[in-house]
């Protein structure tokens, strides 16, 4: 089973930094795109950003110039610089991943539990 393991989140004052990070355990082939969404209470769940095998990324409109997505493909990890943070930035921030698993089949999308993320006026 593949699971997808997020680290770096935390309690953070209004203008500070926090780089998140995550990467599958488990036996993989390849991933395709990876990224990040966040949740906060009582929202819909929104992208933040993602990023191709190519290195293509794409950002929400209220993050650009203050969050980077990054990956090292050798290590097959995912990470999200994110500086200049807001409290409008709190939610819980999940990592998801197009994964295959063996040659021949799919990728699917494979899920984070989360980490959350706390800005503090």
């Known amino acids: 089973q593949v699971q997808l393991v997020e680290s770096g989140g935390g309690l953070v004052q209004a203008g500070g930094s926090l780089r998140l990070s995550c990467a599958p355990s488990?036996?993989?082939?390849?991933?395709?795109?990876m990224g990040w969404y966040r949740q906060a209470p009582g929202k819909q769940r929104e992208l933040v950003a993602a990023?191709?095998?190519?290195?293509?990324?794409n950002y929400a409109e209220s993050v650009k110039g203050r969050f980077t997505i990054s990956r090292d493909n050798p290590k097959n990890t995912l990470y999200l610089q994110m500086n200049s943070l807001k409290p409008e930035d709190s939610a819980v921030y999940l990592c998801?991943?197009?994964?295959?698993?063996?040659?021949?089949?799919?990728?699917?999308?494979?899920w984070g539990q989360g980490t959350q993320v706390t800005v503090s006026s």
């Open positions: 998801y991943a197009e994964i295959r698993r063996s040659y021949i089949g799919p990728y699917r999308d494979y």
């Open positions: 488990g036996s993989i082939i390849s991933i395709n795109t």
């Open positions: 990023i191709t095998s190519a290195g293509v990324t």
